[in-house]
C-alpha cells in the first residue's frame, strides 16, 4: 500500500535532521584560533534542527497521511488529538512522552498544528501553522538536551506528497518560516529566526535526494536559512551559499553544497564545504561522503581544516 511504503522512507527521513553541522560528534584534525563562538554556534544550531525537523516530520506524516485510525501515522510514544475545532480551523496536538520510533532520541511537550477546514495538504500552497510548546529533545547517546517554544509556518508549496515521487512527481518543495525560542541545559535562552526551503527529489523508498535552501533575508545578508542571537550575545548569520544536498543511499550525509557562519561584531565567519573524502579529496560520481571542509576566518587569522561527518 502507499500508505505503508510512505511510513517506511518517512522515518528514514528522520535521519535527516542530525546531518546539517554536527560539530560535537566529529573528529578534529585542527582548531581555528579562537573556535568558542563559532563551535557552539555550531553544536546549538544541531541541537536545535534536530529537534524541529525530528516533530516537523511527525506533522508531514499526520497531514500526508490524514487518517488518525491507522496507527501506522502515530509517532512512537505520542498521542495525537484532532478534536478541537475554533471557528474555522482545525487544532490537532502531537504531546510526545518517550523514545522516537529509531531510539535515539527522548521527547517530551507538544506540537500544535493548526489546519484551516478545508485545506488538503496535498494541495500547491497548502499551509499550516506549528507551534512548538515546552517541546524538549534529549540525545540517549550525550544525554544532552534542548528545548524549544516557537511558532512557524509549514507550507507545501509544490503540492503532493514525497510518496508520489518517481511516479505522479519529479520533486515536492516544503518551506518553513518563523522564530523560535531555544533553551539550553546551561540556562541561556535564545531567540533564532528560521527560512528553510526543502527540495524532496528521486523515488522512495529507498533513493531519495534532500536539497536544503535559505530564503531568509536580514541586515544586508540573504540567502538565511537561521539567524539571531548566540550564546556570546553575539549576532550571527548563517546563509546556504549553495543549496545542501543530502543522499538517502549516503545516508543522509551531505554530499555537497556551501553553508556560511557569520559573526559580524566579532570579524568571525566559517565556511563549510561538504562533500569530501577521507583523503581530504572532494567526491565524485556516485562516492559518498566522509568529511566537509571548514575555512575559517578571525580578524587577521584564516585557515582550513577537515572536520569527519
Not at 217 to 232: E, F, K, M, T
Request: proline share 4%; charged share 20%; aromatic share 10%.
Amino acid at each position: 500500500m502507499k500508505t505503508a511504503h510512505y511510513f517506511r522512507f518517512a522515518i528514514l527521513l528522520i535521519a535527516v535532521i542530525g546531518i546539517t553541522l554536527s560539530g560535537c560528534k566529529k573528529e578534529k584534525d585542527n582548531q581555528p584560533s579562537d573556535p568558542t563562538s563559532l563551535q557552539q554556534l555550531s553544536t546549538d544550531q544541531q541541537a536545535m534542527e534536530v529537534a524541529e525537523e525530528e516533530s516537523m516530520n511527525d506533522v508531514n506524516m499526520y497531514l500526508s497521511g490524514g487518517n488518525l485510525k491507522s496507527t501506522a501515522w502515530f509517532p512512537c510514544n505520542a498521542t495525537i488529538d484532532s478534536t478541537a475545532v475554533i471557528n474555522d480551523t482545525i487544532i490537532v496536538y502531537i504531546t510526545y512522552n518517550g523514545l522516537n520510533c529509531r531510539e535515539n532520541l527522548f521527547r517530551t511537550g507538544q506540537v500544535e498544528i493548526r489546519k484551516p477546514v478545508g485545506i488538503r495538504w496535498y494541495q500547491a500552497g497548502a499551509a499550516v501553522r506549528v507551534k512548538h510548546i515546552n517541546f524538549m529533545v534529549t540525545r540517549v547517546r550525550t544525554q544532552k538536551s534542548v528545548t524549544i517554544n516557537g511558532e512557524r509556518v509549514y507550507q507545501n508549496v509544490s503540492g503532493g506528497v514525497i510518496w508520489q515521487l518517481g511516479n505522479d512527481l519529479s520533486a515536492v518543495v516544503h518551506k518553513v518560516w518563523g522564530w523560535v525560542n531555544v533553551s539550553f541545559e546551561d540556562g541561556t535562552s535564545k531567540s533564532w529566526n528560521v527560512a528553510r526551503q526543502k527540495t524532496f527529489t528521486g523515488t522512495p523508498p529507498e533513493a531519495l535526494i534532500l536539497t536544503n535552501d535559505g530564503f531568509g533575508s536580514a541586515d544586508g545578508y540573504d540567502n538565511l536559512v537561521i539567524w539571531g542571537v548566540n550564546r556570546q550575545g553575539e549576532n550571527f548569520y548563517t546563509q546556504i551559499l549553495q543549496p545542501v544536498v543530502f543522499r538517502q543511499v549516503c545516508e543522509w550525509d551531505p554530499c555537497s553544497g556551501v553553508k556560511k557562519h557569520s559573526i559580524p561584531s566579532a570579524s568571525k565567519s566559517a565556511t563549510l564545504t561538504f562533500g569530501y573524502n577521507s583523503n581530504n579529496e572532494p567526491i565524485s560520481g556516485d562516492d559518498c561522503p566522509t568529511k566537509y571542509r571548514v575555512d575559517w576566518q578571525h580578524n587577521n587569522n584564516s585557515g582550513t581544516i577537515y572536520l569527519w561527518l
